[in-house]
């Protein structure tokens, strides 16, 4: 986690946030070859009829969960530090967060909290049971069944954790950062008459990212139209690095 927050440079003028993502994407996908063997252990055993406890593997996979999901819920619960914090130059356009006085309404992040707490909690339950059978090992008969059912429940937690870092992997729009909500944000903004080019991604799971054209009609003031559409994105998406070019409306832009 510590390597996300160096400082960005200008080869890596977005920082490496990214690291921490990548660093969820190798976990989940260990704790998954962890998980395919225990269960390919498990049905050797159900089939051969010869049972071993295996609990403390077990163990370990479920805690092994449980720390994934706690990083992510660490993660996510940082505030978002906005881009370019003490580095890389801003570019027009982007401004401060620091500045702007209402706290973050941001419904992705917190969509991604509420979700990884919820599997944090799952993950939490497989563990209490994995420790039973640990220090109960009388019911190892159970153990290789329970071991199946462990897996899926395992599975079942940190499969959602791969889907949103592949979906930040892939510059895919953040859960809970609605394409046309952001879009109605934007024409909400007086002296906007049209937008294109607008594009949702995240920097990490709890950064989300929108750059976009903004187009204003010719009475419009372009700074006013900036600080309100920037203070309207950070308040209602929680949105701390919006790129906007503002331009001139234009019949054929549509
Ligand atoms: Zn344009």
Known sequence: LRISTRAPTKTMSFGWHRSETLGALASVLSIWVVTGALVYLAAARI????????????????????????????????????????GAERLGGSRDPRDLPTQPGSASVRAAFVHVVGDLLQSLGVLAAATIIYAKPQYKIADPISTLFFSVFVLGST????????????????????????????????????????????????????????????????????????????????????????????????
């Open 47 to 86: 089939i051969s009829n010869d049972y071993e406890i295996e609990a403390r593997a077990m163990l370990a996979t479920s805690a092994g969960a449980v720390g994934v999901n706690l990083v992510m819920a660490h993660i996510l619960h940082q505030t978002p530090a906005g881009c370019g914090v003490g």
């Open 159 to 254: 499969i959602t954790i791969l889907k949103d870092v592949l979906r930040v992997l892939m510059e895919g729009a953040p859960r809970g950062l609605e394409f046309d909500a952001v879009k109605a944000t934007l024409l909400g903004v007086s002296g906007v008459q049209g937008t294109h080019d607008l594009h949702l991604w995240a920097l990490t799971l709890g950064q989300p990212v929108v750059s976009a054209h903004v187009a204003i009609d010719a009475s419009a003031d372009p700074d006013s139209v900036l600080r309100e559409a920037t203070a309207q994105l950070w308040a209602r998406f929680g949105v701390t690095c919006c790129t906007l070019q503002v331009e001139r409306y234009q019949e054929e832009m549509g």
